[in-house]
Nanobody, 122 residues
Framework: QVQLVESGGGLVQAGGSLRLSCEAS????????RSWFRQSAGKEREFVAG????????EYAESAKGRFTISRDNAKNTVYLQMNNLKPEDTAVYYC???????????????WGQGTQVTVSS
């Protein structure tokens, strides 16, 4: 069974940092684009950051630019999201996802993790 396991979420004060990790069980995912999405209460799931399998393609949502950094370690089959200068509006459940082709559209992602909660207090 394919698994994506996120970790690293938690409670942090505004201005703080967190590093999310997403480890995949399927070895072929090292060659697929992988992204982070988030969903807060009452809102649709939104794209945060994505990275191509060779990390040549990286894209961020406007809200993440300058504060978040996505990276991947294919040897560990893991994708990371370093989040700095966190704001209360970043509070959400963060999901990692795998797509077969490069896209930022959530419906086109084939595999999803269970999510990790990030809460930023003011």
């Amino acid at each position: 069974q394919v698994q994506l396991v996120e970790s690293g979420g938690g409670l942090v004060q505004a201005g703080g940092s967190l590093r999310l990790s997403c480890e995949a069980s399927e070895r072929s995912f090292t060659t697929y684009p992988r992204s982070w999405f988030r969903q807060s209460a009452g809102k649709e799931r939104e794209f945060v950051a994505g990275i191509g399998w060779r990390a040549a393609s990286i894209e961020y949502a406007e809200s993440a630019k300058g504060r978040f950094t996505i990276s991947r370690d294919n040897a560990k089959n893991t994708v990371y999201l370093q989040m700095n200068n966190l704001k209360p509006e970043d509070t959400a459940v963060y999901y990692c996802a795998v797509a077969r082709t490069w896209t930022i559209e959530a419906p086109l992602y084939d595999y999803w993790g269970q999510g990790t909660q990030v809460t930023v207090s003011s």
